[in-house]
């Protein structure tokens, strides 16, 4: 059996600091296999691991790791479709611009978009989700392919963290409350 004391320090030291780095490709797993290692090194001879508890713990892992690099993708993506939205807004002044993008970053101002519905809709749900999927707004939009807004408020009552990555969707529905599709909204930038 394997004795680990506390240790502590009282004393004060100033240690600068480098920024966080994202760590490499793969270098998460190599952390992980250490962890798994040592937990074998140190498990109680007389009651070892089930194999199989190894195997679920390396692919929740693995999971996990996969989900933190899409939300990173996510991000750099919709930070590039700002910046051309950007760019092709500088080039032509005085115009409003808007493009089809599912996915938007929430900068605190009310986020305007187009809702194009297609013929035969009579009722469009817009939908806001956060990075996780979950649902932070629901709305039932007026037909017409207005412009509709949205000022960063969750359902619950609460204002949606700035910065933070959302995917606008609208579902459409036809007289007969049947589901007929989902389009994504137009941002007007």
């Known amino acids: 059996m394997t004795t680990v004391t506390n240790v502590s320090n009282t004393g004060t030291s100033s240690v600068a600091t ?16 250490k962890l798994l290692t040592a937990q074998v090194r140190n498990q109680d001879p007389l009651s070892p691991l089930d194999s199989t508890q190894f195997v679920e713990q390396l692919a929740t ?5 996969q989900q933190v690099n899409t939300n990173t993708n996510l991000k750099s993506i919709s930070s590039m ?33 187009r809702g ?4 035969g809709t009579s009722r469009g749900v817009l939908t806001i989700k956060n990075e996780t ?6 709305e039932t939009l007026g037909i017409g392919g207005g412009v509709y807004s949205w000022d960063g408020r969750t359902t619950s009552g609460s204002q949606a963290p700035t910065g933070d990555l959302y995917e606008y969707s609208i579902d459409t529905y ?3 409350g049947e589901y007929t599709g989902s389009v994504a909204p137009r941002p007007i930038l």
């Open 18 to 33: 480098a920024p966080a780095r994202q760590p490499a490709f793969g270098q998460e797993f190599n952390s992980f296999i």
């Open 61 to 65: 892992f693995s999971s996990l790791e």
């Open 81 to 113: 479709i700002s910046d051309l939205a950007r760019t092709m807004t500088a080039q032509s002044p005085g115009q409003a611009l808007s493009l089809q993008s599912s996915w938007l970053p929430f900068s605190g101002d009310s986020v305007q978009f």
């Open 116 to 119: 194009e519905m297609p013929a």
């Open 133 to 138: 999927g979950q649902a932070v707004w629901t």
């Open 174 to 176: 036809n007289a007969a």
